[in-house]
């Protein structure tokens, strides 16, 4: 094990589309300062960017990415795993917001080592620690549907505040929506969470993890220091 990395922990936070985990791993990365992984962000980035509008296996996950449906977990799971390598050799703690999503991504095959084993290896298994933020079908559907983004630089603007922005309030840049972000897209991420992701977290706890559930119902700051005490 990488001495620069002892006691660094690693930090795995699952829950429904607008369940706020992109919120609190970014608030978590600050506080324990270590890197927070989006997968979500990491993943739409690579998939429009222009270079590789000519590749052929990423437009077939574009396909995928546009409508909602998760993309293929062989794909995702050699990135991530690269990723988590590369960050341990910086030294740095990690915590997920949008990985793993899909039984394959979390424990592998015989000639895949998941996501699961990866950071058991790498962190031990008392510094992983899943997380799972609670949130109903009727809140996802509220918060990802009023979401809205910053174009120029990315900044995420929370419905659950309650305060409607014409641009950017940090930068001024123009505001946008996801296409992943449209009612009729949320409803499938929501039927694929359930199917997909969602025997993750039963298969973790039949082995021994212990699964930190937390309400998201609050405002993210509450959120936050209840996830913080349970880490």
């Given amino acids: ?7 660094k922990k690693a930090v795995v ?13 970014n608030l978590v990365a600050g506080k324990l300062n270590i890197f927070h992984l989006d997968t979500g ?4 980035q690579l998939l429009n960017d222009p270079a590789n509008k000519n590749n052929k296996e990423i437009q077939k996950e574009k396909k995928l990415f546009d409508t909602g ?10 990135f991530i795993v690269k990723k988590i390598n590369e960050v341990a050799k910086l030294g740095s703690g990690i915590v997920f917001s949008g990985s793993p999503r899909t039984y394959f991504e979390a424990f592998g095959d015989k000639k895949n080592v998941g996501v699961v084993e990866t950071l058991e290896k790498i962190y031990r298994k008392n510094n992983v620690k899943y997380m799972l933020l609670d949130a109903s079908s009727d809140q996802s559907m509220q918060r990802n549907s009023n979401r809205l983004l910053c174009s120029s630089c990315g900044t995420q603007l929370l419905s659950v505040l309650k305060v409607k ?7 001024g840049g123009k505001l946008r929506t996801r296409t992943l972000d449209k009612p009729e897209v949320i409803k499938i991420r929501l039927v694929e969470y359930a199917q997909r992701t969602e025997p993750i977290i039963k298969e973790l706890e039949k082995r021994g993890y212990k699964i930190n559930k937390i ?3 609050k405002l993210p700051y509450e959120v936050f220091n209840m996830l913080i005490k349970k880490i």
Avoid: H, W
Avoid at 41 to 44: A, D, I, N, Q, Y
């Fill in 13 to 25: 936070i699952f829950g429904p589309p607008g369940s706020g985990k992109g919120t609190q791993a």
């Fill in 69 to 78: 449906m998760l993309l293929i977990p062989r794909f995702v799971l050699k």
């Fill in 1 to 7: 094990m990488n001495k620069k990395i002892n006691n």
């Fill in 41 to 44: 962000k990491f993943l739409e």
């Fill in 215 to 217: 309400k998201a119902d």
């Fill in 165 to 171: 922005y014409e641009k950017c309030p940090f930068c």
